[in-house]
């Protein structure tokens, strides 16, 4: 299974903020995009781009989704000086949310929201050997506050390559935050490294449809199994998308689909496009059909 991918909801901004994330971060490129017409937020772009060799997304198809820190991306660095020239350039009309300070967890450690609203934790790793650099924070908070735990174990359930490999808790004299709830959990999915944390605080925001994670799926046998472990609200299936019962939402996306957009005529796309916007879960089937035009 190749790699689960971050996928960014913009208004309008998906390639300036492609080309804006990889001038800086190492190892990173556009690598497509592409123009859907006629989609209900009119022409909408479809940016593949990678990051410090990672695969994410992005799409520009309307003002419907902001983006709040209950997901943001933790970037591990190996120097100090690594961190501030991030740091610097994140914070260009962006909003710090915890000042770049030493912290009991770092030497050197900021979190910011950037310019389109998107949050990053930058950190110093020290002498830790850095495996993934970029790895996306989810952080359960209101209703689902409390519920870090089961998530990690529902999702090390359904996909068949996953395993938690930290976890640390609260303890005592820490409230608002319960004592035994999750302080931080490191886990893997398909290779993947995520964290994940309990937040008790009054925050005025949850998981929306803004971030999601697209699931790569290579047959309509795995289509159909993820979007039955996964999906928990009817009213959130559109177009491959999909919440779990934590209101994470996640895109279960046929590889296909990608390489057709990619290496597709204009009419072809535009077929594909008409063909998948009606639906909830992905037909493999029809869509190959309406690529070939048949």
Not at 122 to 140: D, E, H, R, S, W
Not at 186 to 206: N, V, Y
Not at 256 to 269: F, L, S, Y
Request: charged share 20%.
């Amino acid at each position: 299974m190749q790699k689960i991918t971050p996928h960014f909801w913009f208004d309008t901004e998906a390639k300036e903020a492609a080309e804006f994330y990889t001038s800086f971060l190492p190892d990173s490129q556009v690598t497509n995009i592409t123009t859907l017409h006629d989609t209900p937020s009119g022409d909408c772009d479809v940016v593949s781009f990678e990051l410090a060799g990672q695969p994410f997304m992005a799409i520009s198809a309307g003002p419907l989704f902001k983006f709040n820190p209950s997901v943001s991306f933790h970037v591990k660095c190996k120097t100090k000086e690594e961190v501030d020239a991030i740091w610097e350039k994140l914070s260009s009309g962006g909003k710090v949310l915890m000042p770049l300070a030493a912290y009991p967890f770092s030497e050197r450690y900021g979190w910011i929201e950037d310019q389109y609203g998107l949050s990053w934790q930058v950190i110093y790793a020290g002498n830790t050997n850095i495996q993934q650099k970029i790895t996306p924070v989810l952080m359960f908070v209101g209703t689902v506050c409390g519920k870090t735990e089961e998530a990690v174990t529902f999702y090390t359930s359904v996909f068949h390559h996953a395993n938690t490999f930290f976890l640390t808790r609260y303890g005592k004299g820490e409230e608002p935050d319960q004592e035994g709830t999750v302080q931080y959990v490191a886990f893997t999915l398909e290779g993947m490294e995520f964290g994940a944390m309990d937040s008790a605080r009054d925050h005025p925001f949850a998981f929306n449809e803004a971030i999601s994670f697209l699931v790569p799926c290579e047959t309509q046998a795995e289509i159909d199994y993820y979007w039955e472990k996964l999906s928990a609200d009817p009213k959130a299936e559109q177009c491959g998308w999909l919440k779990d019962k934590f209101g994470l939402s996640w895109q279960v996306w046929p590889t296909a689909i990608g390489e057709m957009m990619q290496h597709g005529t204009p009419e072809q796309i535009d077929r594909i496009t008409q063909a998948f916007l009606p639906m909830k879960k992905f037909d493999l089937a029809t869509l190959q059909k309406a690529y070939e035009g048949t």
